[in-house]
């Protein structure tokens, strides 16, 4: 009997190191090229196209140049013209990412998972899954977009959808899985995903840059390639069976940043029609190229003390650019004080002034608006930034020194609102509550800010809250930073365990998406009335999973966070925003990136 069990077992863990071999064979093994599709004729040469592996009515475009590759004598200058090819480009496979950091991904993969609760048979597959996957190329050679359609060659042009990935604008690639997935296109939706200039190389800034440049400022380099790639766009989208006069910009964190960056730039007029940000605007970005608030750096300051050692005291264009990438990068990892300054700037010509402020007083292209954020923004922030804002760069340590710190930052009424809404005061729990409150002080205050300043320029806006928390009940991640994503895009991991009611959600909201994308408003057949934004009302769409409409959400927190940040934003603008700067026609300026 005893022997007859034992040879039971030894079957069954024969049976089962098969199935686990075939299963990590299965998400191990590299995917097949895509199968040709039709080649597809582009001002700049033919192309040819694949055709998705999921679904073959849909047709991938990728690694299409939208701009010359910004390398040798053109880093960290404004995009220049895509050249054209000769012969049959080869669309199936995906350009280099733009050059990143790479340090700390495994680390940040390893907090998710942990923090999603999943069974550590699910965790380690996930990070073998991750881990196998070929590491993905960068080059400053990098300029490229993505296009997923159903409709090449239709008789009706569909709407678009440009995605700019997060990524705090120092990381990430429109290549990247997440976001290559068919729901919005099966919705009859032309997606676009880009790659744009990050950190060092698209935004750091210079006197020498500055000096070399004819228009007297530098950065604000990846914000020209976004720009640039909405030129493209405008250009050749048709071919694909998008329509250029419907574009919705749209995207994530960083990328959501960019879209209110590209919302206050002067260049980007017309080249857009619509925009939806999830968790992030640029309200209070207060980098000067030229002018700092107290305290801080200019963003020439900045480049200056960047390049100390690597070049000489007062180097020419020409000795910068001639600096070895893994140099920069190298230099990037040492100087983590510096990485403030690797964002977007009020420089007077890419961006005239303070982007809050514009925001605050309808000085942007304002358009209809899909705008929200997530229940628990800060689980993945609170362990490094270990403070409840990020108006300032430390905090004192010990709570009675915290509490008194509140005090002098938002005054004595509103900071013991914060701290008995918060729950700041409890020596237990002060942390969860810093926690809550770091995330609508980077995230929530922004997002209701941006809508009801539209609103009130007459524009439809739409306010969501996303509270869906991971289905395992071992989770501790809540409703994380970037999580509805994945509902958006549908592209959800299998090891996930979705349950049904997230299936449901994730059409649910992709709906509402590709909706907005066609009209301007996310309402359509068979899903719940999501009313247009009133600041009376207060209304905010909630997804958890359930959909239904709330009002006041968080609203006495984010009324003593908005009141700190709109009295922050009237203090800076007039530091910072430029004097006397000649005005930029947007056609004159964008004309040399058309093809």
């Known amino acids: 009997m005893v022997k007859r069990g034992l040879i039971v077992l030894a079957a069954i863990a024969v049976f089962m190191g098969v199935a686990y071999g075939g299963l990590v064979w299965l998400i191990t093994s590299p995917a097949p090229p895509l199968s040709p599709g039709p080649v597809i004729d582009l001002a700049q040469g033919p192309i040819q196209a694949g055709m998705d592996r999921d679904n073959d009515a849909i047709l991938q475009v990728n690694g299409i140049p939208y701009a010359a590759p910004p390398v040798g004598d ?11 090819w000769e012969g049959l480009r080869d669309g199936r496979a995906f350009a280099p990412e733009c050059v990143q950091p790479r340090a700390g991904s495994d680390e940040f993969l390893d907090d998710i998972l942990e923090g999603m609760g999943l069974h550590p048979v699910q965790r380690h597959l996930a990070k073998i899954a991750f881990q196998s996957g070929e590491a993905p190329t960068d080059s400053e050679d990098c300029l490229y977009l993505n296009v997923r359609s159903a409709n090449v060659g239709g008789d009706t042009l569909q709407p678009v959808m440009v995605w700019i990935h997060g990524g705090s604008h120092q990381t990430g690639a ?3 899985g997440v976001y290559q997935a068919n729901q919005l296109v099966e919705q009859g939706v032309v997606l676009v995903t880009i790659n744009y200039r990050l950190g060092v190389f698209g935004y750091l800034a210079h006197p020498a840059l500055s000096a070399d440049d004819p228009r007297g400022v530098s950065g604000n380099y990846g914000l020209l390639d976004q720009i640039a790639a909405l030129v493209w766009v405008r250009d050749h989208i048709a071919a694909f069976g998008g329509d250029p006069d419907n574009v919705t910009i749209f995207g994530e964190s960083a990328g959501a940043q960019s879209v209110t960056e590209i919302m206050a730039a002067p260049l980007s007029e017309g080249l857009f029609h619509k925009a939806i940000l999830q968790s992030g605007a640029s309200s209070y970005n207060a980098n000067g190229l030229s002018r700092a608030l107290e305290g801080r750096l ?17 180097p020419t264009a020409a000795e910068l650019r001639s600096i070895p990438a893994e140099t920069l990068l190298r230099r990037a990892a040492e100087r983590p004080d510096l990485r403030g300054y690797r964002l977007p700037a009020v ?23 899909l705008a929200g954020y997530n229940a628990d923004e800060a689980t993945l922030f609170y362990p490094e930034i270990q403070r ?36 700041l005061d409890d020596p237990e729990g002060y942390r969860l509550g810093e926690m809550d409150m770091l995330g609508d002080d980077m995230f929530g205050v922004h997002m209701r800010y941006l809508v009801a300043a539209n609103t009130a320029q007459e524009q439809p806006s739409y306010l969501y809250h996303f509270t869906r928390v991971p289905p395992s009940p071992r989770q501790t991640i809540g409703a994380f930073h970037a999580s509805e994503i994945l509902f958006v895009f549908d592209s959800h991991s299998p090891l996930a365990g979705l349950t049904e009611e997230d299936r449901v959600l994730t059409a649910t909201m992709g709906a509402y998406w590709a909706n907005f994308a066609r009209t301007g408003d996310p309402n359509g057949p068979g899903l719940a009335t999501w009313p247009a934004y009133d600041a009376q009302e207060d209304s905010w769409m909630t997804f958890n999973p359930s959909v239904e409409v709330k009002t006041g959400v968080r609203a006495e927190k984010l009324d003593v966070l908005e009141r700190t940040l709109v009295a922050r934003i009237a203090a800076a603008d007039p530091v910072i ?11 004159a300026a964008i004309a040399g990136l058309a093809p």
């Not at 605050?360 to 209809?368: K, L, Q, R, Y």
């Open 298 to 314: 200019s963003m020439h300051e900045a480049g200056e003390a960047f390049f100390a050692g690597l070049a000489p005291d007062t």
């Open 577 to 587: 925003t430029p004097t006397g700067s000649d005005p930029v026609e947007p056609e």
């Open 74 to 84: 053109l880093r960290w200058r404004p995009p220049q013209p895509a050249m054209g």
């Open 347 to 369: 420089d007077g010509v890419v961006l005239p002034r303070l982007i809050g402020a514009a925001i605050g007083d309808g000085a942007i292209h304002n358009v209809p608006i």
């Open 174 to 176: 429109g290549s990247q």
């Open 388 to 423: 409840p804002t990020v108006l300032v760069p430390t905090f004192p340590d010990g709570l009675e020194a915290r509490l008194n710190y509140l005090a002098e930052l938002y005054g004595p009424a509103d900071a013991q609102t914060l701290i008995d809404l918060y729950g």
